[in-house]
């Protein structure tokens, strides 16, 4: 004869129930989705600036 502690764990299956706050979280990621941008964006110029001193550099 099973338990009904068993029988109740065997009910909860599936996926975890989400927090009402939850929702707030897609605000922080589209902060971090601007701030990845703005770093990719960055890292880019700084290759370009510092590839083009180098080529500079290198025919002087």
């Given at each position: 004869m099973p338990s009904k502690r068993h029988a109740t764990s065997s009910r909860r299956r599936g996926a975890t129930r989400r927090h009402r706050y939850a929702a707030r979280?897609?605000?922080g990621t589209r902060f971090?989705?601007?701030l990845d941008r703005l770093v990719t964006l960055a890292v880019i110029t700084a290759l370009l600036v510092g590839g083009s001193a180098l080529i500079?550099?290198?025919m002087l």
């Open positions: 979280r897609v605000d971090d989705r601007w500079v550099s290198l």
